[in-house]
Every structure is written in structure tokens, then in C-alpha cells.
């Protein structure tokens, strides 16, 4: 039989299966990191190999620079991945992969590599949707947490609104019409001195700063469920560059704090309306920006003014990670969609 075939066999098989071993790949951005997931919701190991500190070099991440890091890495990140788990490959049922959204040099050293110890080990590949992974991190910690429910997804690459109505079944509600809120934490950062990634230091500033800087911007598509967030970029960046055109004393902690709020405003006040709209009765929070402590917290008590639960990863897994693809895999399995063969290629965008 050929690879496909016994592939083919082997995914179907595995819908009845009672324990389902997935050893997951993920290579979107600047982490490595491979993880061996069981059930969808059980994290044996989850290796993450990150690049932050080459990448802080030059401010952002340099695509080149990250596929070649992902080749130098991902050899050991499998080897640490399977010891930590106390496996070997002749345990693993399936091999699953981010094969998009992301850098296309970087996905593509994660699918070449998927798709080898797929073909080696006879086992069926399983492509996911990078997306749909950060949705997956929620069923690590929340074992109790099913579909349907409403996500707001924040990371680098997507803003967006959507109604989860069962594992593997998503209705996009709404999305930015410009940047990503991700995006917009990285270039403030840039613009007030911070190092990359972004996020996390425009959060850690913030916490020194207050409320009170106006900068010239107005809430954008105040009726829709789409985002917009380059005109608060744009405000931002103005404000700071004007100020130190004119050499006008300003606190980077203030503008941090007011931005951050803005930013939370358009966030909370989408959510809120996308509640309402589809009589949501839990929020689910995924991607990167989803570690951020004041956006959890104004989210939280939105919720529960509404009634509603809210859902959110441990920290660790809101950024990018391999567990998170290898428990969203588990559903793809379970609803018979995603088994690749070996012309699987990346791609750079993939639709929700
Ligand atoms: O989901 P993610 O790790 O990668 C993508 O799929 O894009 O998200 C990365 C984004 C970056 O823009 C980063 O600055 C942002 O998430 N981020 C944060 C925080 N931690 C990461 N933004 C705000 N506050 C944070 N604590
Ligand atoms: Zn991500």
C-alpha cells in the first residue's frame, strides 16, 4: 500500500481510537517548538524554541533570519519534546502542522519536517490552521470548556470575532479592516524605544503611566463588528513624534497606559456588541495578545456584566506553541477534516 493509502486508513482508524498520541509542529513566526499532546487536552511535552533575542536585534522579525533558525533548531526541539514526554516516535498516531498562517520560509521548514517524520513513521499529516491552534490553547487549560462559544482572537497576524459553533465549525462576526491590534502594541513599542515583541513591554510601562494623554483620534466603525486600529497607530505615533520635534517633555508610561486603554476600548466595545448580537453565553480569548493582564481584566468584568463566562489560556499558551496545534488536531481527527499527503505546502494566509 502506499503512504496515502495506509495513511487514509490509519485517520479513520483513529476517530474510534481510545488514547490519540499527536506530535505537533509549529514554525509560523520566530518559535520552534514541537509538542506531544494526548486527547486534545492532555500537554505530555511542549518544547518551545524561541528566537526573541536574535530577533530584538533588529526590531521585528526577520523572515530569513527565522527560517533559518527554525532549521538549526528543530532537531533538538523534537529530541527534548519526545524525552520530556517520555516517548519515542514509534508512540506517535499522527503528525500535525501549522501549514498557515505566517512567514512563508519559517511554515515551510515546520510542513517539509511534519511531512518527513509523517512519511518515516506511516502515520497520517495533519495540516491546522495557525488560527484555529491559538483557539485550541483554551481546551488545554479548560478541560471542561466546549463549543459553542464566542472568540475574540487577538495575536499578531489577525483581529477578529468568531462564532465557534463546534470544534471544527467557525462563523467570522468580524475583523480588522486594517491592521491587527498585535501589530499596533509592536509599533507603539517601536516608537517609545521598546524592545520587540511589543506586547508584553507596553504592558509592563503601562502599569507606571496614566490615562491622560488625548491624542487626535476618533473611535472608528462605531456600528460594526469590524476593527480598525491604524488611525489609533497613527495618533500615537504622531503625538510621540511631534512632541520630540518640539522637544517637549512627555511620559512614555502615559502614552503606554492611554494607548493600551484605546486599544481595549475598540477590543471591549466590539465584543460587548457581538454578545449582545448573538446571545453568547461564553467569551473565549486566543492569540497573543490575549497575555495581556489589562485586557483579560476589562474583558472579565464586561462578561460578567453580562452574564456571560469568559475563557482565556494560561499565559504560556496565548503566544505561539505547539500544544496548541496538536489539541486543535485532536477535533480535526475526531471530525474527519485536515489529513494532507505530501504535496502539502504553506501558506501565508488562511481563511478562518
Ligand atoms: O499569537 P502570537 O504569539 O503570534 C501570532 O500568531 O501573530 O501574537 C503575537 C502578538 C505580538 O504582536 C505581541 O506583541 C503580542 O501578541 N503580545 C501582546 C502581549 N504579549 C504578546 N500584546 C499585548 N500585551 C501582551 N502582554
Ligand atoms: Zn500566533
Redesign the pocket.
Known amino acids: 500500500m502506499s503512504y496515502e493509502e495506509v495513511a487514509k486508513q490509519k485517520f479513520e482508524a483513529l476517530k474510534t481510537k481510545k488514547d490519540v498520541l499527536i506530535l505537533s509542529v509549529e514554525s509560523?513566526?520566530d518559535e520552534t517548538s514541537i509538542a506531544l499532546v494526548k486527547n486534545g487536552r492532555e500537554v505530555l511535552s511542549n518544547i518551545i524554541s524561541s528566537q526573541i533575542d536574535i530577533h530584538k536585534l533588529y526590531g521585528g522579525v526577520v523572515p530569513e533570519i527565522a527560517s533559518r533558525n527554525h532549521i538549526k533548531n528543530i532537531s533538538g526541539v523534537l529530541e527534548e519534546a519526545l524525552n520530556e514526554a517520555g516517548k519515542t516516535l514509534e508512540d506517535v498516531d499522527a503528525v500535525a502542522v501549522t501549514y498557515g498562517a505566517g512567514l512563508i520560509g519559517a511554515l515551510l521548514v515546520g510542513v517539509n519536517f511534519a511531512k518527513t517524520l509523517a512519511y518515516a513513521l506511516k502515520v497520517p499529516l495533519i495540516a491546522v490552521s495557525?488560527v484555529h491552534g491559538?483557539i485550541g490553547a483554551n481546551y488545554i487549560s479548560h478541560k471542561n470548556l466546549t463549543p459553542p462559544f464566542l472568540c475574540l482572537m487577538v495575536?499578531?497576524?489577525h483581529t477578529a470575532i468568531v462564532q465557534v459553533e463546534d470544534y471544527c465549525s467557525f462563523k467570522l462576526l468580524g475583523m480588522t479592516v486594517d491592521d491587527s491590534v498585535?501589530?499596533c502594541?509592536?509599533k507603539v513599542a517601536r516608537v517609545l524605544g521598546l524592545y520587540y515583541?511589543?506586547?508584553?513591554n507596553?504592558?509592563r510601562l503601562a502599569k507606571n503611566g496614566e490615562k491622560k494623554v488625548k491624542f487626535n483620534y476618533h473611535t472608528p466603525l462605531p456600528n460594526s463588528l469590524d476593527f480598525s486600529f491604524s488611525g489609533l497607530k497613527t495618533a500615537v505615533v504622531n503625538y510621540v513624534h511631534n512632541k520630540e520635534q518640539k522637544g517637549e517633555e512627555f511620559s512614555k508610561a502615559d502614552v503606554a497606559m492611554s494607548f493600551q486603554e484605546l486599544a481595549i476600548d475598540e477590543l471591549e466595545s466590539k465584543v460587548a456588541m457581538a454578545i449582545k448580537k448573538v446571545g453568547a453565553k461564553k467569551l473565549v480569548i486566543a492569540?497573543?495578545?490575549g497575555?495581556?493582564k489589562a485586557l483579560r481584566g476589562r474583558l472579565e468584568k464586561t462578561c460578567k456584566s453580562l452574564g456571560v463566562e469568559m475563557f482565556a489560556p494560561d499565559l504560556k499558551f496565548?503566544?505561539?506553541n505547539a500544544a496548541m496545534i496538536g489539541s486543535i488536531a485532536y477535533y480535526y481527527i475526531l471530525a474527519g477534516i485536515g489529513l494532507a499527503d505530501l504535496t502539502l505546502t504553506a501558506s501565508p494566509v488562511v481563511p478562518i
Do not use: Q
Not at 197 to 200: A, F, K, S, T
Open positions: 509560523s513566526c495557525h491559538h495575536s499578531g497576524g498585535g501589530e502594541f509592536d515583541p511589543g506586547g508584553p507596553v504592558e492569540g497573543g495578545v497575555a495581556n496565548c503566544t505561539d
